[in-house]
């Protein structure tokens, strides 16, 4: 079945530090791949998404590139800041089989100054 | 558009007594979730809507909980009687498909004593 399986936490870095947080999968069909974000006492937020392989979502300086050979949507960011502490969860969504979005368990992200 | 809306944002009840959790769904959106967080399950889906029919309700817990969709732009999560295990933050989420991604509202965060 469809499945998503992401580094486990807590991460712990420094500001301007580099951020990788791993996250693969496994789906039957064709996925579109996520990562939500969960600031302290929110809702999760879509941060980006990429619907097919080789796509590459940006955005807030986060990157993730669809890896269709090895399985992955690995979140990277070049230089953390504070206020980049929170929860990240990768998802996916696979329409050519289970009919609903999975989620990973999330990796808790803080950045010390 | 405000969003997801939910309410109560916070709810504490004894055990034993009847919880009503609500959400509204942004316009346009014929998805709709329900999800229960909590630290040592992380997040489960406990059931989806489309069209506001029940599609997956695999994920509700006991006879005890039950939601419904009366209309577009309105769902309940009822849970009755509550239990201290029920303690948790409810999310409700919305999608313009059940494949698209999903906008979360706050949620509620449920105490049962």
């Known amino acids: 079945g469809d499945s998503v399986t992401q580094m486990e936490g807590p991460v712990t870095l420094s500001e301007e530090a580099f951020l990788t947080i791993n996250c693969t999968y496994t789906a039957t069909g064709y996925p579109s791949l996520f990562w939500y974000v969960q600031y302290p006492g929110e809702g999760l937020q879509l941060l980006l998404k990429?619907?097919?392989?080789?796509d590459k979502g940006s955005n807030k300086g986060f990157e993730a590139t669809y890896r269709k050979e090895t399985t992955s949507f690995h979140l990277e960011k070049g230089s953390v800041q504070v206020s980049d502490s929170a929860v990240y969860f990768c998802a996916l969504s696979d329409l050519g089989g289970a009919n609903n979005l999975f989620f990973g368990t999330g990796t808790r992200l803080t950045v010390i100054p | 558009d405000a969003g997801v809306i939910q309410s109560p944002r916070h709810e504490v009840t004894e055990m034993g007594q009847e919880v009503t959790l609500r959400c509204k769904p942004i316009s346009g959106h014929n998805s709709l979730f329900w999800y229960r967080q909590t630290m040592m399950r992380g997040l489960e889906l406990l059931i989806y809507?489309?069209?506001?029919?029940?599609?997956?309700d695999s994920g509700m817990p006991e006879d005890r909980f039950s939601a419904k969709m009366p209309n577009a732009s309105f769902s309940t999560l009822k849970i009755q009687p509550s239990e201290p295990r029920d303690s948790a933050v409810y999310f409700c989420?919305?999608?313009?498909?059940?494949?698209?991604?999903?906008?979360f509202g706050p949620g509620t965060r449920l105490t049962v004593t």
């Open positions: 990429a619907t097919k392989a080789d």
């Open positions: 989420a919305s999608s313009f498909e059940q494949f698209y991604e999903q906008y």
């Open positions: 809507f489309n069209n506001n029919v029940p599609i997956d």
